[in-house]
Structures are given as structure tokens and as C-alpha cells.
């Protein structure tokens, strides 16, 4: 046991008493402690300070990636050709950031890559289902930073070989951009063109490689910080995009995988957040845009409930039926509080919604106008509806439509008030919503 005198922050001494092995013989140890004790109460408070080596072994993580891809080696769920290619990945783009020079761009973007990697990695996140798409991230960066120009933040670079939508994230890299890969694959389908219907193929063929399972089935995972929300983590609307995109693609391509994957891919909608996309409350189940946050979200409320209906359509599955019911109730409880009388919020208690979104809301709002009063029809038919009972009235979200028409051509609030983004972690900013809902890619940046 040593005295250690110290100045914490320029302040006035502490008295620490270090915990070590003494040199001192034994006799002359009750002597010095009384000492120590008697200087404690003199000057401020005791400090128990650990010993040097044992604050080194706390600081020392305790998981790495190249630990934790021996972990899943040993445990035989991964291959030893995936262990070689991964570790290969990881060290190339650690040597490949070195290269690179400090607090430029490349670097940065490069080492934000690295850093979420080795993050999930603490956190014992990669999991064999994440790993692939994990590494493939890490790989697309490592190759795209050295040599390539940096492209505009928010921005989607075609990367070479790669089917996917990515998308630019300042400070997080090149990131998959999944609403966007299934808004592009559900546009695709709406065409003849054999080369787009090949697009369309191996775009879903990559989305059943790379889905990682969350809350007990494939789920689409992003892998960076965002809003709040550490990687990996989920997107109800996106969820849902990719559900509605794999139904249409069997269709188009007389796949039943991909009909398949989408109705397990149901799971993220039946669990719970964090876990998964769902918020039960009073009426039915609100559809989270993202798992981490209970923030509602009216776009993505509506695009997921138009989704659900149109793969419980599509599929007749009965669980998919019953997630389509209980989100609409609660979807016709809360459209009315997202109303403002002159303009929509972004988000349920938030600020106004840009004018692209607010576009985007009366366009589905019309769309489920549409969808509701062909149910209804369909059911004095004796034909098979997407809930599976008699469809609720479409009055609601024709109302709606209408009124949000109206905001659009008297646009009260101005054109500052109107364009600029909504509060909060999550605002985005403005972009222009497609003609078709159901390819919605999602704005520049805000909503992955």
C-alpha cells in the first residue's frame, strides 16, 4: 500500500491510497496505513485507486471483430472460408484507412465504416445472418474511398457489381440503402422488359442473401448510427417495402421464395420495439418507422398499412391479414391528430411536414381511398378481401385526400414554413415523392 498526493482537475489534494503489493516488511505496515488515515482526515476525501495493471485489462476490449468471427467459427456457424474472406475484409480496410490521409474525407468516411463494424462487434451483434451484409459494407467502402470522388451527402452512387440501392450517409460511409433497393425493385415490376425483370431478379436474389433474422424471421437491417439508433437496426415501412417488392416479383418471376421470405418476413411487424416495428395501443398496432424510436411517423404509418394490405391481398396469409386489421384501426384513430386544419405534421405531436411529404401523405391517403371502396365492392361480390372480413369504410381516407388537396392549393402557411423540415433527430429534408407510392424511394437523407 503506497500515499499517492494528487490534484484531481487543479483542485485541492486527495489523498489516494493505492492498492499494491508493499516492499515494506510487515511490521512497519500499521504504522504508515495510520499515517495515511490521519492525512485523509486532514486534507479531502479517500480515493481508492485501482492498480495500473488492472485499469489497463479494463480498458482492454473485451470483444473484437476478429475475436468475435473466431467465436462464430468455433461454434460452427460460419465457414472457415467465410472467417479467412471476412478477416481478410477487416484488415484490408483498416490498412487501406491508414493509407489514407488524416481528416480527409476518405478517412473519415472509411473509419466511420470501421468504427460500426467494431461496435457491433463489442456489442456481440454480428451475428452469421448479419455478417455477410456487414462485411459487404465494409468491403464497398474500403474499395470505393481510395480512389473514388466523394459524391454529394445524401446522394446514390451506383456501386460496381452491386444490384443494391447505397446511399451516402456523411460520416457513416456508403450504406445499404434497403427502403430504396425495394422501392426500386417494386417500380421494376411494374414493367415487361426482360433486362428491368433481371434487374428486378437479382436485386431480390441479393435481398434473400443478405436478410439477417430479427425477431424471428429475415428482416433488412441498417448497419450505422442514426437518430439515435446504434446498428443493427430495423424500419417498419422498409420492412413492409421489401414484403410488398418479394409479392410482386413472384408474381413477375414465378419465384415462391420470394413469397415466402416476405410472409416470414412478417415477424418484424408482429414483435414488439426495440425488437421489432410494432407499438400496440388502444385501437390496433401502430407500424414503427424504426425500431429503436416510438416517434410516429405519419408517411411511414400510411405506407406500411397500403403495404400490408396489398401483400394480405396478394397472399391471402392470415397473419399478414390480421397485421393489415390492426393497423389500419389505429392508422383511422390517429390520421385525424396528424391534421392541422391548414397542413399535416411530420410526425404525431411534431412540427409541419414538408411540402413533399405532405404530398406524399395525400397521395396514399388517396391511395387507400381507392383500395377500401375496391374492397367494398369486392365483398358484396363474395370476393376475397385483404383483411379477410367486411373491409371499414374508405370515407376516412377520402376525406382526407381531399382536404390535403385543398392545404396544397391554398398552401396557408407560406413557402418558408412549408419546405423547411420537421424537428427532431429525424427531420428530413425536402424531396420530391414519386408518382407511384409504392416506389417511394425515400427522401435525400432522413427516413433509411
Known sequence: MGVDLRLPGGGEPTIAVVLAPSPLPRRRRPRLLAAAVALSVIATPLVLVAPATDAAAASKPKRTVESELRRLRSARTISAADLRAWRGVYREARRTARGLRKRSTARRELDGVIANTEQMARRRAITPSLAPSVFLTLQVN????????????????????????????????????????????????????????????????????????????????????????????????AQVTGMQSLVRATGKLGDDRYRATALEAAQLIRHSSPTGARWKRSAGDHVLLYTFTRTRVLNAFLQAVSGLHEVAASTGDPTVATLYRRAERQLRVELPQYDTGRWTRYSLGGTNATVSYHTLVRDLTRGLCRALEADALAYAAGQPVAGGAEPPSAAIYCDAAERFTRYLKRTPLGPRATTRAAAGPLAPPPGAPLADPAAHLGPRVAQP
Open 142 to 237: 474500403r474499395d470505393w474511398w481510395p480512389s473514388r470522388p466523394v459524391p454529394p451527402v445524401g446522394s446514390r452512387p451506383t456501386v460496381p457489381g452491386s444490384p443494391l440501392v447505397w446511399q451516402y450517409y456523411a460520416g457513416e460511409g456508403l450504406q445499404i440503402q434497403w427502403l430504396g433497393t425495394f422501392g426500386l425493385a417494386n417500380a421494376l415490376a411494374t414493367t415487361k422488359t426482360p433486362a428491368k425483370l433481371e434487374q428486378l431478379r437479382a436485386i431480390e436474389d441479393e435481398a434473400l442473401r443478405l436478410a439477417s433474422r430479427r425477431a424471428g424471421g429475415p428482416a433488412w437491417q441498417y448497419l450505422f448510427d442514426f437518430g439515435g439508433g446504434r446498428p443493427p437496426w430495423g424500419s417498419g415501412m
